[in-house]
């Protein structure tokens, strides 16, 4: 989280606030392709820490194997169907930038596109540290390319003009490194009994996984709308700029939901053992251990925002000014996703998905035209509205309502399926 919060202002100090909107803008468009896994990541820890909990590692290996070799089939075909595509698009228009060449623009999409694209097969490596209750060492990846990425930053700002596509590489890039060098050396020692192979390749696990999957990745879909689509509307009926305000001030209060969230990963595959075990007296007292939790987590955040004047001036200067209306929305926010991402721990954590994925085609139909209506009445403040609105109420009240249902064993049809 320090290290996020450190790159922020440097990379504001390489390119400006527009560049670093666009740069922001550009990622949340191609993260849009990490659904075409289709949801085989969610399917995977699910069915992986099910059978690591009942010791059936040739199983485990033939779920690992099976899910490497079809994501990486499956971003293979995204990389050739896409990025001929990109320099079709008139990304001056979209991106609403008349200061770089359409040409330069696609190449930066590119650049992001193809580096995301061997993330997310190369990410796998996290579930399979989830399964087997390793999260701690999951989490590792990020921070440790952060601090490669904040490096190269600081040479590109000693060492070249400004450049968009050099920051793009730079940010992106490390990630991949990182990523590649942590799946060859566990594989080939500490995880090795469930290392991909192509002779545990078996195309009858497929449906196995997706059978889950499917229904995560509908989830994951919708929250990819959700959270994605909001920098594009920005950017296009507000201006790049906006997008750096509004992530500034985003990344602010979310680093307490990330901290949160350190603590809730772990939980995940807990649950899941304790699920698939029948073991409801520890399921109650760590729901209620996290509920104590997240009640703290809440104060926080409105702490948080008594300081956040102060937080901003130290952190990022006079480079860009925050709206205190903006904050107060942001602090409401994601309190309220503290809550929803409590009992969607649990609800992922048993596998029971239907709700969800019910509820997620509700908000990928209505959440972009309620974002645009509220972004073209409100301006920025109308991005956490419509995001409040949509998602994270409905989110937090039917995921208590599942969580009740199931604890109580009185779940039945779609809340428990």
Same mark, same amino acid.
């Given at each position: 989280?320090?290290?996020?919060?450190?790159?922020?202002?440097?990379?504001?100090?390489?390119?400006?606030?527009?560049?670093?909107?666009?740069?922001?803008?550009?990622?949340?468009?191609?993260?849009?392709?990490?659904?075409?896994?289709?949801?085989?990541?969610?399917?995977?820890?699910?069915?992986?820490?099910?059978?690591?909990?009942?010791?059936?590692?040739?199983?485990?290996?033939?779920?690992?194997?099976?899910?490497?070799?079809?994501?990486?089939?499956?971003?293979?075909?995204?990389?050739?169907?896409?990025?001929?595509?990109?320099?079709?698009?008139?990304?001056?228009?979209?991106?609403?930038?008349?200061?770089?060449?359409?040409?330069?623009?696609?190449?930066?999409?590119?650049?992001?596109?193809?580096?995301?694209?061997?993330?997310?097969?190369?990410?796998?490596?996290?579930?399979?540290?989830?399964?087997?209750?390793?999260?701690?060492?999951?989490t590792v990846f990020k921070p440790l390319s952060n601090v490669v990425a904040l490096i190269g930053v600081i040479v590109l700002k000693y060492t070249n003009e400004p450049s968009l596509l050099a920051a793009c590489l730079m940010l992106t890039a490390p990630l991949v490194i990182?990523?590649?060098?942590?799946?060859?050396?566990?594989?080939?020692?500490?995880?090795?009994?469930?290392?991909?192979?192509?002779?545990?390749?078996?195309?009858s696990v497929i449906k196995d996984i997706y059978s889950l999957g499917v229904k995560f990745f509908i989830t994951s879909l919708s929250g990819v709308v959700v959270y994605n689509s909001t920098s594009i509307i920005i950017s296009h009926y507000l201006n790049p700029s906006e997008v750096t305000v509004y992530n500034i001030a985003y990344t602010y209060f979310s680093l307490f939901v990330v901290f949160h969230g350190v603590f809730l990963t772990p939980v995940?595959?807990?649950?899941?053992?304790?699920?698939?075990?029948?073991?409801?007296?520890?399921?109650?007292?760590?729901?209620?251990?996290? &509920?104590? %939790?997240?009640?703290?987590? $809440?104060? +926080?955040?409105? =702490? @948080?925002?008594?300081?956040?004047?102060? !937080?901003?001036?130290?952190?990022?200067?006079?480079?860009?000014?925050?709206?205190?209306?903006?904050?107060?929305?942001?602090?409401?926010?994601?309190?309220?996703?503290?809550?929803?991402?409590?009992?969607?721990?649990?609800?992922?954590?048993?596998?029971? &998905?239907? %709700?969800?994925?019910?509820? $997620?085609? +509700?908000?990928? =139909? @209505?959440?972009?035209?309620?974002?645009? !209506?509220?972004?073209?009445?409100?301006?920025?403040?109308?991005?956490?509205?419509?995001?409040?609105?949509?998602?994270?109420?409905?989110?937090?009240?039917?995921?208590?309502?599942?969580?009740?249902?199931?604890?109580?064993?009185?779940?039945?049809?779609?809340?428990?399926?």
């Open positions: 989280m320090a290290i996020q919060l450190l790159q922020v202002p440097i990379v504001l100090s390489y390119l400006d606030s527009t560049l670093y909107g666009l740069y922001l803008t550009i990622t949340s468009i191609v993260v849009w392709t990490h659904n075409f896994d289709f949801g085989l990541g969610s399917g995977l820890r699910y069915k992986l820490t099910e059978a690591i909990a009942n010791q059936d590692y040739d199983r485990g290996k033939t779920l690992v194997s099976t899910s490497y070799i079809s994501l990486a089939g499956i971003m293979l075909t995204v990389a050739i169907c896409l990025i001929p595509a990109v320099h079709f698009f008139n990304w001056r228009d979209i991106l609403n930038c008349n200061g770089l060449p359409n040409s330069y623009l696609s190449t930066c999409v590119i650049v992001v596109l193809a580096t995301l694209l061997i993330q997310f097969v190369l990410e796998l490596i996290t579930i399979v540290l989830q399964a087997n209750q390793r999260a701690a060492i999951s990182v990523l590649l060098t942590a799946n060859i050396a566990l594989f080939m020692q500490k995880y090795r009994h469930i290392a991909p192979s192509l002779k545990y390749y078996r195309t995940w595959a807990g649950i899941t053992d304790a699920w698939v075990k029948k073991d409801i007296p520890w399921l109650r007292a760590c729901m209620k251990r996290i &509920a104590m %939790l997240t009640a703290v987590f $809440s104060l +926080f955040i409105v =702490i @948080a925002l008594c300081i956040s004047k102060l !937080a901003f001036h130290i952190w990022i200067g006079d480079k860009v000014s925050i709206p205190g209306i903006l904050s107060t929305w942001l602090a409401l926010y994601f309190v309220l996703n503290l809550w929803s991402a409590t009992y969607n721990c649990f609800v992922v954590g048993v596998g029971k &998905a239907q %709700l969800s994925m019910y509820l $997620s085609i +509700f908000k990928i =139909i @209505a959440f972009i035209p309620t974002l645009i !209506a509220a972004v073209n009445y409100y301006g920025l403040i109308g991005v956490v509205i419509s995001t409040i609105l949509i998602n994270t109420i409905p989110n937090v009240l039917l995921g208590y309502l599942q969580y009740k249902r199931l604890i109580n064993n009185t779940a039945t049809g779609v809340w428990n399926k």
